[in-house]
């Protein structure tokens, strides 16, 4: 399978008179519709190489490809295009926007890509809400929903402009566990139908071992990169 | 459109907030539309009692004892030629003296085709006994005069010109300008009673406008002069005659300026604030919107357009309540004869340029929060969460 991420000799350092070094030296690549975990402590660098990966943050040195194309030298609103067209992001405080109903917030990516929503687009939403089990609360505000409902919302969301990569930042952290094991379900179904690619930091080992590829990162460094 | 449908989104999301908003903007706009047409209507009020009821730009000769006697093909010249002139009229003055019995006063008998010159003294209106002079040797009063010499409708008494003499003359009217002075000096006939009087052939002393707008009488007075280019004839208006007149009227223009001004600095100083509030209350959802690639054009968009649609509720909240303002008070606000006290100037032009005013204000105001949030980053926000 083609590497859809690669990252080489990552570097972050983080303040300028005091300078806190979160990730030595990472090289990372990540296959085409893998379903990817990242283990680790806290403070361990996970979320922040999360966040280099989906162009949320800069790396200090080094590089990273999505696509084969370097995401470095890019600008903000090359950045900005790129995260509409090919990433998706799962938060664990899922961020729903709390003003729009559910499916207005997973149409929400289509707006901002100014499209227009056609019965298609419209048609894709509601499969997307079904999928997830949501259906029957579409019109509810988010602030209406519970967190595994406004999770399940995020993750539609994430879906819907079909993303090549999906970048989930312990998305069940603050769910319970009946919730949690349905949430990993459902990734794991959208990974095989859809074969979108899959990077996942969680606490929970369980769920991580369920994944293809469990790496773990201890003091910004890969300390394990184990593939089943 | 995305940032808009967002925007609304934000204000009604935060309703009481956005009513607050609108209310402050209304209540400035309110201030400014009913201040604005007080004034006006103050400054028209004024120019109507001092400059209303007289020549603003006069032609005169030269030289006081040379008549004017091309006046009819000068008056068809100034009407085709100048704009701005409301009305042209002649009049054919000169000072004498009313002599009843032993009884002398000083007067200024004006002879005049009574149809002109009403556009500029509205003299039928202010007949209040009798009638206007219609044939040779009829002369209407002042109520002033009238009264002091203790006359009656139907009297006779002389006039008396110096170098020419006196004339018998009839009383057959009175006449109120609700000015003593007028009342006491002028005297009316007709223009050929005047010139028989003054032993004249068809000849007027001056010839007298009103203009449009009174603040151009200058420019006007200029063309006048270009129109009839006569140098024996000169040309006065009414601003070189009343400096403070003028000074008065522009002072109260600046100051009805600086309050409107002054309101709408505060309403850009208030909008601007609670907005960067908002900015802050909503960065999360910004943060959001950015993750999924918002661009930061279309995420200042959402306050830009915020203070836009603040700025539209707050013109008409405002105008209805400047509106309603000034109707109260030209309803309540009446003096002792039951009239109001100032009649407001209701001016449509200036209600509309004082909403795009607050609507242009709002939609500046917003620039500062919406550059903010182009600015904001999406790992604050996360890292804030």
């Known amino acids: 399978m083609a590497n859809v991420i690669e990252m080489r000799n990552i570097d972050k350092i983080y303040g300028t008179t005091y300078q806190t070094q979160v ?43 999505i696509n084969g194309i370097s995401t470095v030298d890019m ?11 090919t990433l998706g992001f799962i938060f664990q405080f899922h961020y729903l926007l709390p ?13 901002i890509k100014k499209q227009k929503i056609t019965k298609e687009v419209m048609d894709r939403a509601l499969e997307l809400m079904e999928l997830v089990g949501l259906t029957h609360v579409k019109d509810n505000l988010a602030t209406n929903m519970s967190g595994g409902q406004q999770q399940r919302v995020a993750i539609a969301r994430a879906l819907m402009s079909e993303p090549k990569i999906i970048l989930a930042d312990e998305p069940t952290g603050n769910l319970d566990s009946d919730t949690t094991e349905q949430v990993y379900d459902l990734l794991r179904k959208i990974n095989k139908r859809f074969k979108t690619t899959f990077i996942i930091i969680t606490h929970d080992r369980r769920i991580a071992e369920k994944a293809d590829r469990i790496i773990e990162i201890k003091d910004g460094k890969v300390h394990l990169d184990i593939k089943k | ?21 609108v209310v402050g903007i209304s209540v400035g706009v309110s201030v400014q539309v009913f201040i604005g047409s007080l004034i006006g209507g103050l400054q028209q009020d004024l120019v109507n009692t001092t400059i209303g009821n007289s020549s603003q730009i006069t032609i005169t000769s030269e030289d006081d004892t040379i008549y004017i006697e ?10 085709n030629d100048v704009e701005g002139l409301e009305t042209v009229s002649y009049s054919l003055d000169s000072p004498g003296t009313l002599i009843d019995g032993t009884v002398t006063e000083p007067v200024l ?33 002042g109520a002033n005069l009238f009264e002091s010499l203790g006359l009656s409708i139907g009297d006779s008494v002389l006039v008396s010109v110096p170098l020419i003499g006196n004339t018998t003359v009839d009383v057959v009217g009175v006449y109120d300008f609700k000015v003593a002075s007028l009342n006491n000096l002028w005297v009316f006939t007709t223009l050929p009673s005047m010139q028989g009087i ?16 009174v603040f151009l009488a200058e420019d006007i007075s200029k063309e006048v002069i270009l129109v009839i280019n ?11 005659l009343n400096e403070d007149l003028l000074s008065g009227l522009q002072a109260q223009g600046s100051s009805s300026l600086l309050i409107q001004v002054a309101v709408t600095v505060s309403v850009v100083l208030g909008i601007a604030s609670v907005l960067a509030i908002t900015v802050i209350q909503k960065s999360r959802q910004i943060g959001i919107l950015k993750a999924m690639g918002i661009k930061d054009k279309d995420a200042s968009l959402i306050f830009l357009a915020q203070g836009f649609i603040l700025g539209i509720f707050g013109a008409i909240g405002g105008i209805s309540l400047g509106l309603l303002l000034s109707f109260g008070f030209s309803t309540f606000a009446l003096d002792s004869a039951g009239e109001p006290v100032i009649t407001l100037l209701i001016d449509p032009q200036f209600i509309a340029i004082s909403a795009l005013v607050a609507i242009f204000s709002a939609s500046f105001a917003s620039i500062i929060p919406a550059r903010k949030s182009s600015k904001l980053s999406v790992m604050e926000v996360i890292k804030n969460g």
Do not use: C, H
């Open chain 2, 1 to 21: 459109m995305l940032s808009l449908r967002i925007a609304f989104r934000f204000l009604r999301s935060s309703l009481g907030q956005t009513i607050l908003i």
């Open chain 2, 230 to 240: 006569d140098s024996t004839l000169s040309v006065s208006n009414w601003i070189e």
């Open chain 2, 109 to 141: 008998i004006r002879g005049m085709d009574f149809e002109l010159s009403d556009g500029i003294y509205e003299i039928k209106d202010k007949v209040i006994d009798g009638r206007l002079p219609t044939s040779d040797n009829e002369i209407m009063l």
């Open chain 2, 198 to 213: 003054l032993n004249e052939d068809d000849i007027v002393s001056s010839i007298e406008m009103q203009v449009d707008d």
């Open chain 2, 70 to 79: 091309n006046y009819e093909t000068l008056r068809n010249n100034l009407i």
């Open chain 1, 99 to 111: 003003e729009f109903t559910a499916l207005e917030n997973v149409l929400m990516p289509i707006r």
């Open chain 1, 75 to 85: 600008n903000k609103n090359q950045l900005a295009e790129l995260r509409s067209e």
């Open chain 1, 23 to 65: 990730l030595f030296d990472v090289n990372l690549d990540f296959e085409e519709s893998s379903f990817n975990s990242i283990i680790g402590q806290s403070g361990s660098g996970k979320s922040t190489l999360l966040n280099i990966v989906g162009t949320l943050d800069k790396p200090t040195n080094g590089v990273v490809k």
